[in-house]
């Protein structure tokens, strides 16, 4: 057709259409397949639960009739080409470099020329063309990925860890409303995700809530938000109020508040959705602006505002689990180099109490300098953060943040806490509102401590068999994944790891303030599905590192068939301390 030949007749040449032909025939294969998964075999994975809420364009088979307009445009452009460029070596000549365009090719070698020439031409125009055609359909279509999702990308912000929500400046007083409520009030980054989806669905298969049965799927929630955009972008491009909440056509009320927060979607998309992050916004527009939200969370929110912690007990019984034991306040020690933040849970929770006397024993036996604040300590505000009242979490970081950094003063001292929840907060949050410190976890202090022979693990004459559940926000929001492993392989421990584990652990059901509430209807209950799993290992331990995921596991354990045991790490370590060699003694860091 043209006398040029792209990278002329040469080795590189024919490597590049050896390329070429071999990239034609994947991509054939590749769209057959999707095209039998979708229409013939249907494949659930492709589907969505009856309960989840879907535009009425999206449950009539828009979906499907986009999808096979796309399958079909991709199988008869490169079907084309591939027919074309056939013809083209049947009168040019076959080729090895170019196998699956010569054994087609080779079925018109008979032809005369003439009616091999019109072939190619045929096939080349064909291709050509079927791209015009498309290109009006193309950014009504999940096709649009392949522009937007390069555009997601490079726009996103910046994150010191996957779970970072943006704050509210409430001195703004130009803000007339907190949250989100429409489409049009998302950052428009996350109406960007909306083109940027594949519909591959692999956010709902990680997502606790959807694999449980309930209403909520995060990949419903960008489909639905780019349907809707597409039959009103010109009034909302013109400056228009939708006149549909979010909630009325792109996620339901029950879903919104069966997030656990884990980030599961986030991470594991493609393209850098953050569907979370929605669900966030309209919690906050729930809480501050509706006054709407599960009936349960007022007790928590009450105790957090009137005692410090969401089991609303005195602040004085705070420090009484460390009754008849050695644990100084800053008060006792304030030369302290290490601030260990209690945290509410291991103050007040009966079996998450257990685990801190077992901290305070590493501690002083691997001899830390370090101290507590006992009753200037208050919650962190992560519950009321991710149940959308910021206005609360404000209020807990303003006061706490004061504390801080009256008794941190300029020395470069370290904070270490047990609870991932503590973690992201005191570490990464707190830095939006003026908190800077440097914050560790448990399981990181513990392998500095081993490492350095600070503290030594006696070994037990049986090898357990141990499996860990990573918490969503050590592992996979705050990439803490090697060192909880590490402690434990120090007691001897054989480590059987779950399916489901490390960056892609699965939710013990407790994140997103779902801990102070009932969780939300669905076919199974997201604690037990873990410990199924758990068990599922042969394992005859269940280790784990966040004292919410202690409690939900502890709980599943009570109503299981088969009843294994659950323990933080801390305690593990802590039953099998032995005394350190001379000469390695110990000091602050």
Not at 59 to 70: C, F, P, Q, Y
Not at 115 to 128: C, D, N, P, Q, Y
Not at 217 to 230: F, G, Q, V
Not at 386 to 413: C, H, S, T, W, Y
């Amino acid at each position: 057709m043209f006398p040029v030949t792209f990278l002329g007749h040469n080795i590189l040449g024919d490597f590049y259409r050896f390329l070429a032909d071999l990239a034609t025939m994947s991509v054939l294969i590749g769209i057959i397949y999707f095209i039998f998964r979708r229409f013939v075999f249907h494949d659930k994975a492709l589907t969505y639960h009856e309960n989840v809420k879907l535009l009425d364009r999206i449950k009539a088979g828009g979906i499907r009739r986009d999808s096979l307009i796309v399958a079909l445009f991709i199988l008869f452009h490169v079907g084309f080409r591939w027919i074309g460029n056939s013809f083209k070596l049947a009168t040019e000549g076959l080729t090895p470099w170019q196998p699956f365009s010569s054994a087609l090719g080779s079925l018109w070698s008979g032809l005369p020329e003439p009616v091999l020439v019109v072939g190619e031409h045929l096939g080349f125009w064909l291709a050509i063309g079927l791209i015009l055609a498309f290109l009006p359909y193309f950014p009504y279509t999940k096709h649009f990925h392949l522009i937007m999702s390069g555009i997601n990308f490079l726009t996103k912000p910046k994150r010191s860890s996957l779970g970072e929500i943006s704050p509210i400046n409430f001195e703004d007083e130009s803000i007339q409303e907190f949250g989100v409520a429409r489409i049009e009030q998302l950052p428009w980054t996350h109406l960007v995700d909306a083109y940027s989806c594949i519909m591959c669905n692999r956010c709902q298969d990680a997502c606790p809530a959807y694999t449980t049965g309930k209403e909520l799927s995060p990949s419903a929630l960008e489909i639905n938000k780019r349907y809707y955009l597409n039959a009103n972008l010109t009034a909302l491009a013109g400056g228009t109020d939708s006149p549909e909440k979010l909630m009325d056509f792109a996620i339901s009320e029950s879903a919104v508040w069966a997030c656990t927060t884990c980030a599961a979607c986030v991470n594991i998309c493609p393209v850098g959705n953050e569907p979370m992050f929605d669900i966030l916004y309209m919690r906050r527009n729930q809480v501050l602006m509706e006054n709407e939200f599960p009936a349960e969370l007022k007790q928590a929110f009450r105790g957090m505002e009137r005692n410090g912690n969401p089991w609303n007990l005195s602040q004085r019984d705070r420090l009484k689990w460390a009754d008849g034991l050695d644990v100084p306040t800053v008060d006792d020690n304030p030369d302290f180099e290490m601030l260990w933040w209690v945290g509410c849970s291991a103050s007040y929770d009966p079996r998450v109490q257990e685990t801190a006397p077992a901290f305070a024993t590493i501690l002083n036996a691997a001899g830390v300098n370090y101290a507590v604040l006992g009753e200037m300590e208050r919650c962190n505000g992560d519950s009321a953060r991710r149940a959308g009242n910021e206005a609360l979490f404000f209020e807990l970081a303003q006061g706490n943040i004061e504390v801080l950094n009256e008794v941190m003063g300029d020395k470069p001292r370290r904070m270490v806490t047990t609870c991932p929840h503590c973690l992201q907060s005191l570490g990464k949050d707190y830095k939006q509102y003026g908190g800077d410190y440097n914050v560790i976890h448990s399981t990181q202090l513990l392998t500095e401590l081993t490492a350095a022979k600070k503290i030594a693990v006696q070994r037990s004459g049986e090898v357990d068999q141990i499996t860990f559940h990573d918490p969503c926000y050590l592992g996979r929001q705050n990439g803490i994944i090697e060192q909880p492993r590490e402690a434990l392989l120090a007691t001897n421990a054989f480590m059987v790891e779950m399916p489901r584990h490390g960056k892609q652990s699965f939710c013990c059901g407790a994140g997103g303030a779902q801990f102070w509430k009932e969780e939300e209807h669905g076919t199974a209950k997201v604690n037990e599905t873990r410990y199924a799993e758990a068990v599922a290992t042969g394992a005859q331990t269940i280790a784990v590192g966040c004292p919410f995921c202690l409690t939900m596991l502890t709980d599943a354990s009570k109503g299981a068939e088969k009843q294994i045991k659950v323990k933080d790490i801390t305690e593990i370590i802590a039953d099998r301390l032995a005394p350190v060699t001379a000469g390695n003694g110990a000091t602050g860091d």
